[in-house]
Each structure stands twice: as structure tokens, then as C-alpha cells.
């Protein structure tokens, strides 16, 4: 069950009215116009909020995105980039969000280093689909997953803050 300050976050979001995929043809881009105003509307109430975490663009289809991601732990920034690919059959098909430079340091982690959503957001995105857009898979889906699996990376080691490494490649041993 999600907690209060999720379902508030997430009720802010708009849900989206266009049930189309990339290969819907007309429907495309009015579900496109529908996702990037979900997408700013999510930016923007994570900004008002002090808890900007994410940037994405896509290309000129809008079947192809890449953007970053950060997560601040114990007042550090560690950012990422993501990308992702909208699949054929969405919105019925959730995308599968990768973070490349983290492929292979975690057991939720596969293919490149996409995430697993499989267990948790995959059931709430098929019971939500088509209104659930990319921004309900940034905010139910990469969030949540950066909240639990980025803290146990830095406590393993697996992950190092980009100045600690610097400082750590400069010092003489």
C-alpha cells in the first residue's frame, strides 16, 4: 500500500485520456502532447515540492528517451542517466526504464541495466493502463526503485560519489 505522500504526488499528476501507442498513427501525437504535459506538470509540482529529481527529452517521434535521474543521499548528489524506449504495444506494455552505468551492481537490474519493475509497478501500471503515462513510471516506478536500491549500492561501495572518486584518483598512495 503506498504511503500518503505518494498517492498525493501521484494525484497531481494528470492522468492521460488518449489510449494510443506509437503505432496508432493520428492518435500518436495527441497522447505525445498528453505525455509531455504530464511530464511538465510532475516537473514542476517536484520543483514547488524541493524535490526535483529527473530530466527527460525524447526524439522527434517520441519513441526514444534519455534524460537523468539523481538521488541525494546524506546531502551528496549521485546522478544517472536513464533511457528508455517506448515499447509497440504501449500504453498496455509499461517501457523499461535502463540506467547503463549501474548494469550488473545489482540483482534488480537486468538486460543492460534495466530495472526491475516486474514485482511491484508492472501489476499497478496494468491495472492503470492506458491512463498511467510516463510520468506515473517516473514517479511509481524509477523512484521508488532509486530509493531503495541506491543507498545499498553507496553502503556496498558499488556506487561512489563522482567527487569521492576524484579526490581518491588525486591522492597519492
Not at 24 to 37: F, H, N, T, V
Not at 67 to 88: K, N, Q
Not at 127 to 141: E, I
Amino acid at each position: 500500500m503506498a504511503d500518503e505522500a505518494t498517492r498525493r504526488a501521484v494525484s497531481q499528476i494528470p492522468m492521460l485520456r488518449t489510449d494510443a501507442g506509437p503505432r496508432d498513427g493520428a492518435l500518436w501525437p495527441q497522447r505525445l502532447k498528453e505525455e509531455y504535459q504530464a511530464l511538465i506538470r510532475s516537473v514542476e509540482n517536484n520543483k514547488a515540492a524541493d524535490n526535483d529529481w529527473f530530466r527527460l527529452q525524447s526524439n522527434a517521434d517520441g519513441t526514444r528517451w534519455t534524460g537523468t535521474c539523481w538521488f541525494v543521499h546524506e546531502l551528496l548528489r549521485y546522478e544517472f542517466g536513464l533511457e528508455f524506449d517506448v515499447p509497440v504495444t504501449y500504453p498496455d506494455t509499461a517501457p523499461e526504464v535502463a540506467i547503463p552505468e549501474l548494469d550488473g551492481k545489482t540483482a534488480k537490474m537486468y538486460r543492460g541495466g534495466r530495472i526491475c519493475l516486474t514485482e511491484h509497478f508492472a501489476p499497478l501500471w496494468a491495472r492503470n493502463a492506458p491512463k498511467f503515462g510516463l510520468a506515473h513510471l517516473m514517479a511509481l516506478g524509477l523512484a521508488p526503485w532509486l530509493a531503495v536500491e541506491i543507498p545499498d549500492l553507496i553502503s556496498k561501495g558499488l556506487v561512489v560519489h563522482k567527487e569521492r572518486s576524484r579526490e581518491e584518483a588525486a591522492s597519492p598512495e
